[in-house]
């Protein structure tokens, strides 16, 4: 149902009055983790007055260490509607089980599915049920068929919203986080008719060349690019040394030519 071959034309994701998948890359942006209102706030508005309509932050975080900061829960879903709706954005959160997706329902635009969830097929077949689109990211060990299979369970089920991304494999190289699958991108928009992201962030785990990583990724085809923004990115309580500054974001979308201010 996800290829291209049932389906010529793109499929469009419709969020109110916003559209991925359609001739202008979206930006999505915000912290690892929400984390407080203030830092929320600060983040959304610098986000607002650059043009930028989906905020990202998660609620709940799939940490690696069970000691490490989990994220704030329902209260960080609360919290991030709340600043969302001061500055008229978008919210994207991920949830890694039936349970947070029942939560999340009333707060979140866009339902994340991280890396590690990919395979998750029961989580799969709840967001495949839900009536909001499915942000579905690539697994760190997955090849490209596997993820379309895992689009194929959440498009079976009904919800045919989904936005692919690409966030970085596993490799032997170690001066990035991942090793970002650049053909990725031009190959899912061969074989399916669904958006394409690329998370800038995740993928090369550093701020260095996050520019030229985004030009690559938008000249390959990309639908729009994820990056972690973070108005103290050093007292961040996840992905600190990824997260860009308010600064560094906007010499971002300036360098892509993105802008495009609100106030
Ligand atoms: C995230 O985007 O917050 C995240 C945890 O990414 P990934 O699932 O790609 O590791
Ligand atoms: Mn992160």
Redesign the pocket.
């Known amino acids: 149902l996800v290829s291209r071959e049932m389906k010529k034309e793109d499929t469009k994701i419709v969020v109110g009055d916003l559209v991925i998948g359609g001739k202008i890359p979206v930006m999505i942006a915000g912290p690892?983790?929400v984390e407080s209102r203030e830092q929320m706030k600060a983040v959304a508005s610098e986000l607002n007055r650059l043009g930028v309509s989906f905020l990202?932050g998660?609620a709940f975080?799939?940490r690696t260490s069970p000691y490490s900061f989990q994220g704030l829960g329902r209260e960080g879903l609360r919290l991030m509607r709340e600043v969302a709706d001061e500055y008229g954005m978008k919210v994207v959160s991920?949830v890694m089980s039936a349970e947070q997706l029942e939560l999340a329902e009333e707060y979140v635009d866009i339902f994340?599915i991280?890396?590690?969830?990919m395979q998750n097929f029961e989580l799969l077949k709840e967001v495949g049920n839900a009536k909001k689109p499915v942000l579905l990211?690539?697994g760190?060990m997955a090849t490209l068929e596997e993820l379309m299979l895992a689009a194929e369970y959440i498009y079976a089920r009904g919800n045919t919203q989904i936005i692919l991304?690409e966030?970085?494999i596993r490799t032997f190289e170690h001066w990035t986080r991942n090793t970002l699958d650049l053909s990725a991108v031009p190959i899912l928009k061969l074989k399916t008719h669904l958006p394409v992201i690329v998370?800038v962030?995740?993928s090369t785990g550093r701020k260095d060349i996050i520019l030229p990583i985004s030009k690559a990724a938008l000249a390959a085809g990309a639908d729009g690019l994820?990056v972690?923004v973070h108005n103290n990115p050093a007292i961040a309580r996840s992905?600190a040394h990824q997260q860009l500054n308010l600064e560094e974001f906007a010499s971002l979308m300036e360098g892509l030519g993105l802008i495009k201010k609100n106030k």
């Open positions: 690892c983790a990202r998660g975080k799939p991920e994340q991280g890396a590690r969830n990211k690539r760190f991304c966030r970085g998370d962030s995740h994820m972690e992905d």
